[in-house]
Structure formats: structure tokens, C-alpha cells
């Protein structure tokens, strides 16, 4: 089996971060011996003493360090930034710890697949230790196993279930309409993935970042297809799909209601047009946001609550909703709820400070509708709410 370093990627993917230095910063650089220990002089807090390697065949490595307090590394690729056709160094991987190690020594082992051909650089020093300015690094590379077999297929599944509208935040897609976007650490460490090989064998990791070296990838698609309750008419599937290599495995991530109830409503302003992106919170925790045409849709415990609606240019509004635990009671768009959406300079009040704000600064499309429902709101302060 193979040992391969990994690092997990979420749904929109965390590209590794990119280094340019200088090429002196190279020009001294170690060329590492495999199995073979050697030794270099380093000095101060800032400095990094470099090696390279050029693997002839693939597998997993790792590079350690033996003798020096409190150190770290970092791995790094060279590649031509396709913009400028400079050379970038792209950093792959990073180490503070071995964990062969007492916690103490803070001694470093960095552990990566490396491909036979590519070159790499490791460069190391000390870890946060203002104190140390010089000493003798001992470092050494070693080969973990070499690459005998290859994955062909992959199979994952995860055996929990999401509560509705729980752990995650209402935000906007690209339309403006608003949806419950899932944590997905949940998802990620009960995830149960099994890598089968060519030559019959197969490996299984449960909530682990990496499987048997191989780096996994955790995708979902909630931004683009938005994630609904199983037993809702809007569900259609809860993707979650686990990529190795180039191998991907998808699941249906269940969504159930655990005695919540559906909750409609909708928010217009002064002159009864739609007002979209009003936050609605109860306490300090945001429920839902308004789509364009106004409508929101929330899942909640029966009983009577206080919510507060409010946009970024309105004066706050408090209202009182009687949740039933039948859903039909529960929509009360029929009956929006109206709010003052001019008070422009924040200061609870609307007055000439505001219309100079719409004089001045409200888009031109949307500039007459300003003014219209400017005039029924002049004076109007938290307090004329009904």
C-alpha cells in the first residue's frame, strides 16, 4: 500500500499558496541523499536554510529533522506563472511537528507523495524561537514505499443525518435569491471512503483527511444546486461528492425536520414593492434573508417569537409570528410585513439627511421610487411601526 501525504480541499477548493523569492535564495541549496543524514549551519530567527531532491521513482516521503528545538519546514514546487512566464515557487506542504516525537521538541516531519521527476525544494528553520540565532540542522530524507498499484475505484458513504436549517448561515447566490448553506464539517468527519486497488486489495478511512497517503478532496454543490430538507417539495438531491486522484464518489447527504415547522412570509417597503436581502434574525441568530420578490421561508419550533427585520438602509422593525405546528397556519405572506426603507445615514430618523443621500448617491433607475417612498416617510422613526 502507499503512503502519501494529504491535505483536505472544501467545495470551493483552497489553492496552495504561492511563494516568489528571489534565485540567490536557491543558489545554495542542499542537494539531499536519500536515507542519509546531513547537516547545515543556519542563523537567525529569519533565515531558512534550502535543500532540493529530484525523486527517480514516485511514492511517499519524509523529511525529518533530529537535533534542533522548536523547528519547521516547508515544501515548495517551482512552476512558470503563466501570466508573467517568471518562475513562482508554489508551497505544497508544511511541518511544525512530528509526532514520533514528544509534543516538547517540537522537531519537524513533513511527510508528501512525490512524483519521479520533479523537482522539490524543502527549506527549514526555526519555529518561532526569537531567542535561537545559529546552530547545526540535522535533517534526513527517507522513502516511506514506492508505487506499486493504483486505485480502481473509490466508494464512500456517510451515515448521519443534517438537521434542517441548523449548523450553517442564510447567504445569497449569484440570482439574489437566499438559501441555508450547510456546514459541512459534520459531513467530513463521519465520511466513511474505501480506495479499491488493481491488484485486489482496498483500504477504508473514516473521517480522516487523507486515505492510505492519497490526498481527499471534499466537494459540494450547494452554491450552485441548493440543499433541501428530504421530505420537501424543493429537494432534489443533497450531493456531497469525495474525489482521490482523479476517482469521485458522490453521496445523497439526508436532511431531515426534527419537529420544526415551515415559516413564509414576505417584506416590502413604505410603497409595498418587494424589498430583497432583508435579514431576518430572531436574537442574535439570522433565520433568513429575503429573495428579490421579497419572500423568505424559514424552519422553526412551534410558539410565539419576536423576530427583527431590517436592510441595510432601514430602520429595524420587531414583529411577533405564532408558529403553529401545522404548516398551513404558518404562511403569513398574505399580510407582509411593510418596513421604512429609507433611513440612508443610519441615524433612526428620516429626514432631509436622507433625501440628500437619494439626491446625491441612489442609482438613477432606481431614484424616483427612492424619492416616492421618501415622501410617506418623512419623520417616521421606529416608533410608527403598527
Known amino acids: 500500500m502507499k503512503k502519501k501525504i494529504l491535505s483536505i480541499i472544501l467545495a470551493i477548493a483552497v489553492a496552495a499558496a504561492s511563494f516568489s523569492f528571489a534565485n540567490t535564495a536557491y543558489a545554495s541549496s542542499v542537494q539531499l541523499v536519500l536515507d542519509t543524514k546531513q547537516s547545515v549551519v543556519i542563523n537567525g530567527t529569519d533565515d531558512l536554510e534550502w535543500f532540493y531532491f529530484t525523486p527517480s521513482s514516485s511514492g511517499t516521503y519524509s523529511f525529518r529533522s533530529y537535533n534542533v528545538y522548536a523547528s519547521e519546514c516547508y515544501l515548495f514546487v517551482k512552476e512558470v506563472d503563466t501570466a508573467t512566464k517568471q518562475k513562482k515557487y508554489v508551497q505544497l506542504a508544511y511541518s511544525n511537528k512530528d509526532d514520533k516525537v514528544s509534543e516538547g521538541s517540537r522537531q519537524f516531519k513533513l511527510t508528501y507523495h512525490l512524483v519521479a521527476g520533479t523537482t522539490y525544494y524543502y527549506a527549514v528553520g526555526w519555529y518561532l524561537s526569537e531567542s535561537?540565532?545559529?546552530?547545526?540542522?540535522?535533517?534526513?530524507?527517507?522513502?516511506?514505499?514506492?508505487?506499486?498499484?493504483?486505485?480502481?475505484?473509490?466508494?464512500?458513504?456517510?451515515?448521519?443525518?443534517?438537521?434542517?436549517?441548523?449548523?450553517?448561515?442564510?447567504?445569497?447566490?449569484?440570482?439574489g435569491n437566499s438559501f441555508f448553506r450547510y456546514n459541512t464539517s459534520k459531513i467530513i468527519s463521519n465520511m466513511i471512503v474505501t480506495l479499491y486497488y488493481e491488484n485486489g486489495t482496498s483500504t477504508t478511512a473514516v473521517g480522516q483527511e487523507y486515505i492510505d497517503g492519497y490526498a481527499i478532496t471534499f466537494i459540494d454543490n450547494q452554491y450552485e444546486k441548493h440543499w433541501h430538507p428530504n421530505d420537501s417539495a424543493e429537494y432534489v438531491r443533497n450531493t456531497f461528492t469525495v474525489k482521490v486522484n482523479n476517482l469521485t464518489a458522490s453521496v445523497d447527504i439526508p436532511i431531515v425536520i426534527t419537529s420544526r415547522y415551515s415559516v413564509k412570509g414576505k417584506v416590502v417597503d413604505m410603497n409595498g414593492s418587494p424589498v430583497a436581502n432583508a435579514n431576518i434574525y430572531q436574537g442574535s441568530s439570522k433565520v433568513a434573508v429575503s429573495g428579490s420578490d421579497g419572500s423568505f421561508s424559514f424552519y422553526h419550533t412551534a410558539g410565539q417569537y419576536l423576530f427583527t427585520v431590517f436592510t441595510t438602509h432601514s430602520i429595524s422593525r420587531t414583529v411577533k409570528l405564532q408558529i403553529s405546528a401545522n404548516n398551513a397556519n404558518n404562511n403569513f405572506s398574505s399580510t407582509p410585513?411593510?418596513?421604512?426603507?429609507?433611513?440612508?445615514?443610519?441615524?433612526?430618523?428620516?429626514?432631509?439627511?436622507?433625501?440628500?443621500?437619494?439626491?446625491?448617491?441612489?442609482?438613477?433607475?432606481?431614484?424616483?421610487?427612492?424619492?416616492?417612498?421618501?415622501?410617506?416617510?418623512?419623520?417616521?422613526?421606529?416608533?410608527?411601526?403598527?
Open 132 to 175: 535561537r540565532t545559529n546552530g547545526v540542522f540535522t535533517v534526513m530524507l527517507t522513502n516511506d514505499s514506492y508505487d506499486d498499484s493504483s486505485i480502481q475505484r473509490i466508494e464512500a458513504s456517510c451515515p448521519i443525518e443534517l438537521e434542517a436549517y441548523t449548523d450553517g448561515d442564510w447567504i445569497t447566490d449569484a440570482s
Open 337 to 386: 410585513i411593510s418596513i421604512c426603507n429609507c433611513d440612508y445615514v443610519q441615524d433612526g430618523i428620516i429626514n432631509a439627511k436622507d433625501f440628500s443621500f437619494i439626491h446625491r448617491y441612489v442609482d438613477e433607475s432606481y431614484k424616483q421610487m427612492a424619492k416616492e417612498e421618501f415622501q410617506k416617510c418623512i419623520s417616521f422613526t421606529a416608533k410608527d411601526y403598527v
